[in-house]
């Protein structure tokens, strides 16, 4: 059974810092690419950042040179630091990890639940 667990969110002033944290349990296949995604009310889910199995990182431009995305491949977890929190930051954030299945190579996508991160100014 696949479970993804996602901790960090809360209410935090303009200008302060949270720390989303995401561990998986369950994935018997190699872990591809682990990010984070976020949805606001009104808009669509979109990609924060992500990173790949070798270290590779990808930022959304809203998030470059504020949040930083990282991995541990050992325990299965990645992490994403947000500094200078702004609160057109204010969504419902979504762990995602692609994983490949060895034998048919096709990917394997895995959500988390979601938490929520409000930015007040």
């Known amino acids: 059974q696949v479970q993804l667990v996602e901790s960090g969110g809360g209410l935090v002033q303009a200008g302060g810092s949270l720390k989303l944290s995401c561990a998986a349990s369950?994935?018997?296949?190699?872990?591809?690419?682990m990010g984070w995604y976020r949805q606001a009310p009104g808009n669509q889910r979109e990609l924060v950042a992500a990173i790949t199995s070798g270290g590779s990182t990808d930022y959304a431009d809203s998030a470059k040179g504020r949040f930083t995305i990282s991995r541990d491949n050992a325990k299965n977890t990645v992490a994403l630091q947000m500094n200078s929190l702004k609160p057109e930051d204010t969504a419902v954030y979504f762990c995602?990890?692609?994983?490949?299945?060895?034998?048919?190579?096709?990917?394997?996508?895995?959500w988390g639940q979601g938490t929520q991160v409000t930015v007040s100014s």
């Open positions: 369950g994935i018997i296949f190699p872990i591809n690419t």
């Open positions: 995602k990890i692609t994983a490949q299945h060895t034998r048919n190579k096709v990917p394997l996508d895995y």
